[in-house]
């Protein structure tokens, strides 16, 4: 039977799919799509052996103590679609199509036989283990490190955490521009300085950096950056563009809770985690009020120079200030990094406000 990159709801995979058809078109036995780039599923063909990967942490469920599964019981299909959630089809095509794969292959057919859960590495240590919070959760952690030691709390399982980042890697292109915005009430016209980081002594506590510790605060939009200082109604704003001197790699949180299993990184330590990287993006895209504390900017401040010695030069997140806009804090000097393109000034003619009664 022939899939097709449609098939799937992963784009790593669609595009591998893509990638691995010969060029022939037609229509999909699986997804039903039509002149749909095909490639046909045989046992050992490429496909399966990365599919394999996948059922690193499925096993019986009588085989696993219950102190040991994510998720479960269920017959084999329904457990492995709902995990992954990669298909674009229903179960009863999952099986088929798993089994064009595997079917003939004893560790398939007990796994088929039996109800199966859940279990990074099938239950053989314990959950803790393969958690880059260890015994804690986000919100354990973010307490402790606000609450009740600052400088000695640390992720249980950095190597984890590092392995799960990798998949989250980006590179921003040489020459690909980003924008600093201020709120602009002096006569004279802003120049670049205006837009280098702060001098140490004025660096003042930021959602990435500790007070004392500069940083670029960038974004990926004019729109986000004047969001981003918060520009009211009838404020001018000036607005730089600045181009990075050469590529540089950063962490983008903003895909954490959205890795593809297919992506480099251990499927045991994916399920055991992600309960937690939904945790990190949902606290980074809580909007931020005026009210808050610059306390609850630890956790991350903490994180952010783990990803620092990591070897990123920059980490990326979503604005909660801009909806789709992402905001790129970079570690290094102004200097060295970017060269000024331009700066324009702008007044804000319209704000957008939404209110939810509660
Ligand atoms: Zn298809």
């Given at each position: ?92 095509l999952v099986l088929r199509f798993l089994c064009e794969m595997f079917g003939s292959e ?87 300085e205006d837009f280098h980081e702060p001098p140490e002594s004025k660096a003042s506590d ?122 790129i804090a970079c570690f290094a000097h102004f200097n060295g990094m970017f060269e000024l ?18």
């Open positions: 039977m022939k899939c097709c990159p449609y098939c799937f709801n992963d784009d790593a995979i669609s595009y591998y799919v893509e990638g691995l058809s010969n060029g022939t078109r037609g229509t999909c036995d699986f997804c039903g799509s039509s002149n749909a780039l095909l490639y046909e599923i045989t046992p050992y063909c490429e496909l399966a052996n990365t599919f394999e990967r996948l059922f690193t942490v499925i096993a019986p469920s009588e085989s696993v103590a219950p102190d040991r599964m994510i998720s479960g019981c269920g017959p084999l299909p329904e457990v492995f679609a709902s995990t992954w959630k990669i298909f674009n089809f229903n179960s009863s004893e560790w398939f057919k007990r796994l088929q036989d039996a109800e199966v859960v859940i279990s990074p590495g099938k239950g053989e240590r314990p959950l803790d283990e393969y958690s880059i919070f260890g015994s804690m959760d986000w919100s354990n952690f973010s307490s402790q490190i606000k609450h009740k030691s600052r400088f000695f709390t640390k992720l249980a399982h950095v190597d984890v955490f590092e392995d799960l980042l990798g998949a989250a890697r980006s590179t921003w292109k040489k020459g690909h521009p980003l924008f600093r915005a201020r709120i602009w009430t002096k006569k004279k016209d802003p120049v670049e930021g959602r990435m950096r500790s007070a004392g510790i500069p940083c670029i605060y960038t974004a990926d939009t004019p729109e986000t950056a004047a969001a981003e200082v918060r520009a009211g109604m009838h404020d001018i704003v000036a607005i730089a563009t600045i181009l990075p001197l050469h590529d540089f790699e950063y962490a983008d949180l903003s895909v954490l809770d959205d890795i593809s299993p297919l992506a480099n990184v251990d499927c045991s330590r994916l399920v055991a985690n992600r309960k937690h990287l939904r945790s990190i993006v949902t606290e980074l895209t809580r909007p931020v009020r005026t009210s808050d504390s610059t306390l609850d900017y630890v956790p991350f401040q903490y994180l952010s120079e783990l990803i620092q010695q990591f070897g990123n030069e920059a980490i990326g997140y979503p604005s909660v200030m801009h909806r789709e806009g992402k905001n393109h331009s700066i324009k000034k702008y007044r804000v003619d319209e704000l957008a406000y939404g209110l939810h009664e509660f």
